[in-house]
């Protein structure tokens, strides 16, 4: 299985980043960068909350929370279709063989 689709994994399930760095055994700043890769690509989307949670219908199963630093709150990940799609063929995919 790739990085990619550990983190996809990861995201999916939820936790924190520390939670999730410590079990792909790597540094919170390269987490950091490749889920921001993932959200460019697609895979991912980004929602930010100034005020703590609350900032979509997920709130109470979020995934991924990321201090935001400052007056941003923090950040959530979420799949989206595309980045649940993939997930779901890798699945398929370990599954089968």
Known sequence: MSTTDEILRLIEKGGTLDELAKVLGMSKSLLVARIEFLVRAG???????GNGCG???NCKSCGVLVPGGGDTG??????TEKGMGHVKKKRHKYEKG
């Open 43 to 49: 895979y991912l989307s980004e929602i930010r909350s």
């Open 55 to 57: 900032g979509c219908a």
């Open 74 to 79: 923090m950040k959530m990940y979420l799949l």
